[in-house]
């Protein structure tokens, strides 16, 4: 069955950019389905980030856009985040997950376990 | 952008009642609603979709209603391992998610 994996720097300085990858194992990501990032702040709700299909199409949160860039590896089977200048607010655990449905109006299933992400100096 | 409201914020129920999740969206999303269950330091998995499709191997006690902009979770027969919060998710023109309800066992 399909697995997701993150992967990434545990810490990152304010102001820097913040780059996780997303290692998709039991499923080729060019074979369909959509690819997200959601995150959720210590104690605090879920927020979904973004979404790419293996084509390169993304489709942002629009509070982020600014400042979020999706990309896919089909090669190596991954796709990853790359999110610039964070500040504290963006602390939190980052999951990848695979997407149902059509042109970033997605569901999610499965998760991976997750990854945290704190951001400080 | 979409707003997504569910209540109650948390709740505290017996094993054995029937439990209800309610979510309103901002606007009109038709039937594009998904709910979650995330346990204590747990991921979140998916129960329903498009309103009230039940996820293979999800428990029939689980059950979702409602068109946009209101919809409705149940739990049937509350279990212990039911204790969870529970999250509503809209994907038409934009994704958001609700507040979450925290499901407790008394």
Same mark, same amino acid.
């Given at each position: 069955?399909?697995?997701?994996?993150?992967?990434?720097?545990?810490?990152?300085?304010?102001?820097?950019?913040?780059?996780?990858?997303?290692?998709?194992?039991?499923?080729?990501?060019?074979?369909? %389905?959509?690819?997200?990032?959601?995150?959720?702040?210590?104690?605090?709700?879920?927020?979904?980030?973004?979404?790419? %299909?293996?084509?390169?199409?993304?489709?942002?949160?629009?509070?982020?856009?600014?400042?979020?860039?999706?990309?896919?590896?089909?090669?190596?089977?991954?796709?990853?985040?790359?999110?610039?200048?964070?500040?504290?607010?963006?602390?939190?655990?980052?999951?990848?997950?695979?997407?149902?449905?059509?042109?970033?109006?997605?569901?999610?299933?499965?998760?991976?376990?997750?990854?945290?992400?704190?951001?400080?100096? | $952008?979409?707003?997504?409201?569910?209540?109650?914020?948390?709740?505290?129920?017996?094993?054995?009642?029937?439990?209800?999740?309610?979510?309103?969206?901002?606007?009109?999303?038709?039937?594009?609603?998904?709910?979650?269950?995330?346990?204590?330091?747990?991921?979140? *998995?998916?129960?329903?979709?498009?309103?009230?499709?039940?996820?293979?191997?999800?428990?029939?006690?689980?059950?979702?209603?409602?068109?946009?902009? $209101?919809?409705?979770?149940?739990?049937?027969?509350?279990?212990? *391992? $039911?204790?969870?919060?529970?999250?509503?998710?809209?994907?038409?023109?934009?994704?958001?998610?609700?507040?979450?309800?925290?499901?407790?066992?008394?």
């Amino acid at each position: 069955q399909v697995q997701l994996q993150e992967s990434g720097p545990g810490l990152v300085k304010p102001s820097e950019t913040l780059s996780l990858t997303c290692a998709v194992s039991g499923y080729s990501i060019t074979s369909g %389905y959509y690819w997200g990032w959601l995150r959720q702040p210590p104690g605090k709700g879920l927020e979904w980030i973004g979404t790419i %299909y293996h084509d390169g199409n993304t489709y942002y949160n629009p509070s982020l856009k600014s400042r979020v860039t999706l990309s896919v590896d089909t090669p190596k089977n991954q796709f990853s985040l790359n999110l610039a200048s964070v500040t504290a607010a963006d602390t939190a655990m980052y999951y990848c997950a695979r997407g149902s449905g059509w042109n970033g109006d997605n569901w999610f299933d499965p998760w991976g376990q997750g990854t945290q992400v704190t951001v400080s100096s | $952008d979409i707003q997504m409201t569910q209540s109650p914020s948390s709740l505290s129920a017996s094993v054995g009642d029937t439990v209800t999740i309610s979510c309103r969206a901002s606007h009109a999303i038709s039937n594009s609603l998904a709910w979650y269950q995330q346990k204590p330091g747990k991921v979140p *998995e998916l129960l329903i979709y498009d309103a009230s499709t039940l996820r293979s191997g999800v428990s029939f006690r689980f059950s979702g209603s409602g068109s946009g902009p $209101d919809f409705t979770l149940t739990i049937s027969s509350l279990q212990p *391992e $039911d204790a969870a919060t529970y999250y509503c998710q809209s994907y038409n023109s934009g994704l958001a998610f609700g507040g979450g309800t925290k499901v407790q066992i008394k």
